[in-house]
Nanobody
Framework: QLQLVESGGGLVQNGGSLRLSCAAS????????MGWYRQAPGNERELVSY???????NYADSVKGRFSISRDGARNTMFLQMTSLKPEDTAVYYC??????????????WGQGAQVTVSS
């Protein structure tokens, strides 16, 4: 059964860095796309970044230039390197994967979430 397991969240000061990992139980090249969502208290879940099977990447305007998405096929793992973190980046971050070609989001597979807290 497909599983996505996130790690790397935590508490960091304003301006700090963190790297999130999402380890898949199958080859990540099986996915049409993988991405990172986040959800802050009281807010809807939003797409932060995604990477397509061909390696094309995309970022939300709010994180462009600060976050970097990547993947390691040998480890079946996707990463989100977050730098220059701000308090407004505080949220639960979720890994999401499109296995069937239906797109990212609710129809995809989800990890359990990783809390990222940025103190001011």
């Amino acid at each position: 059964q497909l599983q996505l397991v996130e790690s790397g969240g935590g508490l960091v000061q304003n301006g700090g860095s963190l790297r999130l990992s999402c380890a898949a139980s199958i080859s990540i090249f099986s996915f049409y796309a993988m991405g990172w969502y986040r959800q802050a208290p009281g807010n809807e879940r939003e797409l932060v970044s995604y990477i397509l099977s061909n390696g094309t990447t995309n970022y939300a305007d709010s994180v462009k230039g600060r976050f970097s998405i990547s993947r390691d096929g040998a480890r079946n793992t996707m990463f989100l390197q977050m730098t220059s973190l701000k308090p407004e980046d505080t949220a639960v971050y979720y890994c999401n994967a499109d296995l069937l070609g239906d797109g990212l989001g609710p129809q995809g597979y989800w990890g359990q979430g990783a809390q990222v807290t940025v103190s001011s």
